[in-house]
């Protein structure tokens, strides 16, 4: 007899602070997402098959975006990070053929409303402020299934 | 003479209420607690190792901050910065503050203010692992007890 598997939401957290990404990891493991957790942007686009061109640039008008079965639903990352910030990352993700579609939220410790905004306006579907709560986590399933 | 299970629960529950009462411990910690369960039964004390490595990490790296001449305000508000970060996301709510003044000092490139910053910010997190590590020693003396540690 064939087993039914519940699909499961995939969840990509990108912090480079550990205690954060084990935070937010038990926090969308017990929302029953499935997690990969990376601790630079560099790597969530690694991960997201966006992959450096010769000039080893993300630059998106000549990098190759190589067709992958990675499933990500959503993308939740630090904004402060060292080298690429959770900024640059949303940019790169809204800018991609095949990233733009998957929605992206903001994590940060700080309540500046030009840096809410700036998000927002670039696409990004929620800003969550530090430390991230179940409730924030509970605020996610609605964005993923538009 | 050995304490009995309900005892040490009592110790636990005070020991725990006072650290809040005190301030050295905020709500952020009750909901990391809440995060622990069954199949995550030792999550608390895995994050709070992992907070007392990150901290004596960055307590170094800004002590070799302020040693330099002259000191490096630019890296030691980044430390500050990480630390005010972690704290936070524990529920440190005392060495979460200092940190904040701390940084107002780097932006200021106050160094003497940052040498006495830092001076209370090691002493905030002695006293905190202490505490915790004490809070620590009771669960486990419960346990061993046979009983389970109230949170």
């Known amino acids: ?146 | 003479m050995t304490m009995d299970v309900v005892q040490l629960q009592m110790k636990l529950r005070e020991h725990q209420a006072a650290m809040f009462h005190e301030g050295f411990l905020d709500d952020q910690f009750s909901q990391l607690q809440k995060l622990q369960d069954e199949s995550t039964p030792d999550f608390v004390t895995e994050v709070m190792n992992m907070f007392f490595d990150d901290s004596e990490k960055l307590l170094k790296n800004m002590a070799r901050c302020l040693e330099q001449v002259p000191a490096d305000f630019q890296q030691l508000d980044a430390h500050a910065h990480q630390y005010k970060g972690s704290s936070a996301s524990i529920g440190a709510a005392r060495v979460k503050s200092v940190c904040a003044t701390f940084r107002t000092f780097c932006e200021a490139k106050n160094l003497e203010g940052c040498v006495r910053c830092l001076q209370h910010l090691q002493s905030e997190y002695s006293q905190l692992k202490i505490n915790l590590q004490h809070l620590y020693q009771l669960q486990q003396q419960i346990k061993a007890a046979g009983g389970s540690p109230p949170t």
């Open chain 1, 1 to 146: 007899m064939a087993m039914t598997v519940e699909a499961q939401f995939h969840v990509l957290a990108v912090d480079d602070s550990l205690i954060d990404r084990m935070l937010i990891e038990r926090l969308l493991k017990i929302s029953s997402f499935h997690v990969t957790t990376v601790d630079s942007a560099t790597k969530a686009l690694k991960f997201l098959g966006l992959v450096e061109d010769e000039l080893r640039t993300f630059d998106t008008h000549v990098a190759s975006e190589i067709h992958q079965d990675i499933d990500v639903n959503l993308i939740i990352t630090d904004y402060c990070m060292p080298g690429m910030t959770g900024y640059d990352l949303l940019r790169k993700i809204k800018e991609s053929k095949s990233l733009k579609n998957i929605p992206v939220v903001i994590m940060s410790s700080e309540n500046l409303p030009s840096r809410i905004n700036r998000c927002l306006e670039e696409g990004a579907e929620e800003f969550l402020l530090k430390p991230v709560q179940q409730a924030d986590v509970n605020k996610l399933k609605p964005h993923l299934l538009k």
